[in-house]
């Protein structure tokens, strides 16, 4: 049970044990495929709390060894994967009350808390200051987990990434092995192990080093005062006897972003003229009975309904793709069936419009990096699997996000995230609910799936079975080419750690002869430094899960 202190504020007050009401609500993330069974739960309001709450635990765990139990954080609670969640978590630090966002002058930059979501970042820094982080519209989402992965979002061809933007972080760190201390690291830090620390948040993942807990951003875009915005989508009737209509409409997609990035020919408008133009492909399970798209563009520039036209008279011609609503469910997408006609809107109203979660439920996903259009068998590969006879799921999708433009300006290895010169980046995704009382107590509820793995068996399969068929030409992985080569060898540029996928470490789905490892597909060559961070840093291993970076020397 919970303890009321005789004085409000300390690390007791904010505690979650077994027996408290909370505790079945706090012990799980977005995901209900991951409910975890700690020993507590601590909701931090402050910093103080974090270390006390990191002392605690490693006073319970005495010497220098790496503890059998994790200790993990959660912000927004959106991790994909068992990292936070896990059968082996024995605490979880819940940081979302740490959620302020403001200007601080003794930093001369914007402090956003870890625990903000990214809605909560939106609405301050803009109505504030006007100002904008490029990052994602799934409101939620946490900055602790979604920056320090190198977070994306619909201005990010036009402005670059959440990181690009960093310019310090607060992290509670393990450096002595015994003692949790706050560090703060700047991008200008004049020593390099904190140069170090701050370049492995700019897209390292989170759970690696300590506990984030605060951010400081400089140089933040103006968003555009205006967006303009357009949905729609076709029936898969459409393509069912005509499927060369799919596949080429798949092609198109690819070749827009592909030569908008070369500068070459075959699409309407100059080199860089659609930078503000990003797009969300919604290529949906035939179940749904609907693939869509999501566009927007910066909507002060007046020629913005006219390159809009331009793009889709190029992609899907009304003669040919006759459009319909998008009124269903799309991933985490609801309806946005008012925006079938273009629309303009103040971008916070816009990105308000947009903001969504989806539904709690069970999901698995993957993702991949492409540096150049798809190849014929990647297309063939999305049109066999989302029109498989033997799998029935409207929730079920290949999303397909442009990419490119703003982001591909900088370096590989100026910050942690290496992917700087991708145009496409692919979400997998599959999602279901339990629909079966497996230990038959009359409910539905994460038991049954305990109970029964036959409940995710189907909708596991049918993902990596997509995955390793679409990336069948590099060993069933979007392979990061060889950069010794004088020229890339494939289109593919590996995965995104925020769409962290455990399969990647597994050798049934990964085999290691194929030398693509989880972390190669993830940091390429940014891992020897990552690695270099993290034995400096946290020599002990305390923050870790399957897929953490691996000190560099015994602990």
């Not at 082996?88 to 625990?115: K, L, T």
């Not at 799919?246 to 690819?254: A, E, I, K, N, P």
């Not at 990419?403 to 290895?413: K, L």
Request: include cysteine.
């Amino acid at each position: 049970m919970s303890i009321t202190p005789a004085h409000p504020g300390s690390l007791a007050h904010q505690t979650v044990e077994p027996g408290d009401d909370r505790y079945d609500a706090l012990r799980r993330g977005f995901n209900q495929r991951w409910v975890a069974t700690p020993e507590r739960v601590v909701v931090a309001t402050n910093t103080e709390d974090v270390v006390a709450a990191v002392n605690a635990w490693l006073a319970a765990h005495p010497g220098t060894e790496t503890p059998p139990r994790r200790i993990t954080v959660r912000s927004g609670g959106h991790c994909y994967e068992d990292f936070v969640c896990g059968d082996d978590v024995a605490v979880i630090i819940d940081v979302a009350s740490m959620n302020q966002v403001y200007y601080d002058a003794s930093m001369d930059a914007y402090c956003v808390e870890a625990g903000a979501s990214n809605w909560h970042s939106t609405t301050q820094l803009y109505r504030g200051h006007g100002l904008a982080l490029p990052g994602g519209s799934c409101y939620s989402v946490g900055a602790g987990g979604h920056i320090t992965g190198g977070g994306f979002g619909l201005l990010s061809r036009k402005y670059g990434l959440t990181v690009d933007y960093l310019y310090a972080v607060e992290i509670v760190t393990v450096r002595d092995r015994t003692r949790a201390h706050v560090t703060v690291a700047r991008k200008d830090s004049p020593n390099s192990a904190l140069q170090d620390l701050w370049w492995a948040h700019t897209g390292g993942g989170g759970g690696n080093f300590g506990v984030v807990t605060r951010f400081w951003f400089r140089d933040l875009p103006q968003p555009p005062a205006q967006v303009l915005l357009r949905t729609l989508a076709w029936d898969w009737k459409l393509f069912e006897e005509h499927p060369e209509g799919f596949t080429s409409l798949v092609r198109r997609y690819g070749q827009f972003f592909d030569t908008e990035h070369s500068g070459a020919g075959g699409f309407p408008g100059g080199q860089h003229d659609y930078r503000d133009l990003f797009t969300l492909l919604k290529l949906n399970h035939r179940a749904a009975g609907k693939i869509g798209l999501i566009v927007q563009m910066d909507g002060t520039r007046e020629d913005s309904p006219q390159r809009l036209k331009q793009f889709l008279d190029w992609l899907a011609p009304e003669a040919d793709y006759p459009p319909t609503l998008l009124d269903v469910q799309m991933g985490e997408h609801p309806p946005l069936s008012t925006l079938h006609t273009p629309t303009r809107l103040p971008w916070l109203t816009a990105t308000q419009t947009l903001n969504d979660s989806g539904p709690n439920r069970c999901g698995k996903y993957k993702s991949a990096y492409h540096t150049a259009n798809f190849i014929d068998q990647q297309v063939q590969a999305i049109h066999r699997h989302l029109t498989t006879s033997d799998y029935h799921n409207d929730q079920a999708l290949l999303q397909i996000d442009s990419y490119g433009g703003r982001i591909n300006d900088v370096p590989p290895d100026a910050t942690a995230v290496p992917q700087r010169s991708s145009v496409l980046k692919l979400q997998f995704q599959t999602y279901w609910n339990w629909n079966k009382d497996a230990n038959h107590d009359g409910v539905f509820d994460y038991q049954d799936a305990r109970e029964d793995p036959g409940i995710a068996a189907p909708h596991l399969n049918w993902i990596r079975s997509f995955y390793r068929d679409m990336y069948a030409s590099t060993g069933g992985v979007p392979a990061v080419p060889d950069p010794a080569a004088p020229s890339p060898t494939h289109n593919t540029d590996g995965c995104y750690i925020n769409y962290c996928d455990a399969d990647l470490s597994d050798p049934a789905f990964n085999p290691p002869a194929d030398n693509q490892p989880w972390h190669r597909l993830y940091y390429q060559e940014n891992y020897a430094r990552l690695q270099r961070t993290k034995t400096h840093w946290d020599p002990r291993n305390v923050f870790r899960h399957r897929q953490s970076i691996r000190p560099t020397e015994p602990r």
